[in-house]
């Protein structure tokens, strides 16, 4: 497989359960990203990780918890969401400065 | 506060114009620029990427750089509905590797 790739697809998820979502890069990037995009509104950056070590946490509340165990494996790990958390989820990667995003997982939040 | 413009549109042209997508932004000392095409539901895609003052062509596509101005633009040639999408411009600032995305301008081609 190549490029980024991200599972599920789509989630749906109960407000009280836990659940985790997957990045997994194939490009060698050293830097990866997870950003929130709601309908019609702008890309939030969520995290940024460069070479496993986290350099940005955008005020993002702590029910997402992100990890990133090696340069090729992203996760954020979801608990006890809010309905208005349903989004599209997006993971990147980057070498430098042009990143590549993955497919998406869309959450839904009831 | 970094900001990257986009007039969010809808930008509607006729199959076959020349569609022309404009982006503004803050930080003059950004270096790198990008256009990215999000489709309805889907991912963002990079198209293309610009470095330098001037034009780049890649295709039906080009894209214009005036950092004087701090203005960057896309144009695509011989538009066709395929290519009716949300177009993202992307900054990099002088610092750091993340990006500062506009909110994206919808582009409708009518066949």
């Known amino acids: 497989e190549t490029g980024v790739t991200q599972t599920p697809r789509h989630l749906v998820m109960g407000m009280t359960n836990k659940k985790s979502l997957k990045c997994e890069q194939h490009?060698?990037?050293?830097?990866m990203y997870w950003y929130k995009q709601s309908a019609k509104k702008p890309l939030e950056l969520m995290f940024v990780?460069?070479?496993?070590?986290?350099?940005e946490n955008n005020s993002v509340p702590s029910r997402f918890s992100p990890e990133c165990p090696n340069s090729s494996h992203l996760f954020l790990h979801l608990h006890t969401l809010q309905p208005e958390d349903s989004a599209l989820y997006l993971c990147?990667?980057?070498?430098?400065?042009?990143?590549?995003f993955g497919p998406g997982t869309r959450l839904t939040v009831l | 506060q970094k900001e990257v413009e986009q007039n969010s549109g809808p930008l509607s042209v006729p199959e076959g114009a020349i569609a022309s997508l404009n982006c503004t932004y803050s930080?003059?000392?950004?270096?790198?620029f990008f256009w990215y095409r999000q489709y309805s539901g889907k991912s963002p895609e990079l198209i293309m990427s610009?470095?330098?003052?001037g034009d780049k062509e890649d295709g039906r596509f080009t894209a214009q750089l005036n950092k004087a101005s701090q203005y960057v633009s896309l144009l695509i040639r011989d538009s066709q509905p395929s290519d009716s999408a949300t177009y993202l411009c992307?900054?990099?600032?002088?610092?750091?590797?993340?990006?500062?995305f506009g909110a994206g301008t919808i582009l409708r081609v009518k066949s």
């Open positions: 990147a990667s980057s070498p430098g400065y042009e990143q590549f």
């Open positions: 490009l060698g990037h050293n830097a």
């Open positions: 990780y460069n070479f496993k070590e986290q350099t």
């Open positions: 930080d003059r000392g950004s270096q790198s």
């Open positions: 610009i470095y330098s003052n």
């Open positions: 992307a900054v990099a600032p002088e610092y750091g590797n993340k990006l500062v």
